[in-house]
T-cell receptor, first 114, second 111 residues
């Protein structure tokens, strides 16, 4: 168990809908990362927050947004969902925000868009 | 050309075999190299990391980096069925924040 929790574990929804994925980092970790994992694209970095502020952006679509709250938990909002958004979404956390800080991954949320 | 290339496999070996997993990369700015292991239905977990060219050993695992060839490897000695998982390479720039991951190689070790 990495200490990172993600809810829900599974989510099934329809095209055009909006969902929110939630992540609680390990105790003491200030940085939260969001990743999307699909069979064809692999693990893709979406966005990183450090102590409430956006630190880095990756391949995140405009339909997706995220935030990190004062208690350091984070939410990833996915809107106008398309079939191609079906994937595993992972949250990771680390103490610092640099490349060399070990990232601890949560168990993921499996999103299915029908 | 993708920044990081990794053969997805699958790779099937008998117990006790030596396994070699590899990644190539195109960005010469990468200075930090990692291997993550991901069991089925779980999140990735860090296995090993290295900063420089050369070898780094940790038990049955050896990570190797060849910056001149832009090639990294993970060797697993005396492979066990418990090593059956997907192995992802990852790399980054020291002053940066985002890691770039390979697509992962699925390994199956049979007893």
């Amino acid at each position: 168990d990495s200490g990172v929790t993600q809810t829900p574990k599974h989510l099934i929804t329809a095209t055009g809908q909006r969902v929110t994925l939630r992540c609680s980092p390990r105790s003491g970790d200030l940085s939260v990362y969001w990743y999307q994992q699909s069979l064809d694209q692999g693990l893709q970095f979406l966005i990183q927050y450090y102590n409430g502020e956006e630190r880095a952006k990756g391949n995140i679509l405009e339909r997706f947004s995220a935030q990190q709250f004062p208690d350091l938990h984070s939410e990833l909002n996915l809107s106008s969902l398309e079939l191609g958004d079906s994937a595993l979404y992972f949250c990771a956390s680390s103490v610092g925000g640099g490349t060399t800080d070990t990232q601890y991954f949560g168990p993921g949320t499996r999103l299915t868009v029908l | 050309q993708k920044e990081v290339e990794q053969d997805p496999g699958p790779l099937s070996v008998p117990e006790g075999a030596i396994v070699s997993l590899n990644c190539t990369y195109s960005n010469s700015a990468f200075q930090y190299f990692m291997w993550y292991r991901q069991y089925s239905r779980k999140g990735p977990e860090l296995l090993m990391y290295t900063y420089s060219s050369g070898n780094k050993e940790d038990g049955r695992f050896t990570a190797q980096v060849d910056k001149s060839s832009k090639y990294i490897s993970l060797f697993i000695r005396d492979s066990q069925p418990s090593d059956s998982a997907t192995y992802l390479c990852a790399m980054g720039v020291l002053a940066g924040t985002a890691l770039i991951f390979g697509k992962g190689t699925t390994l199956s070790v049979s007893s």
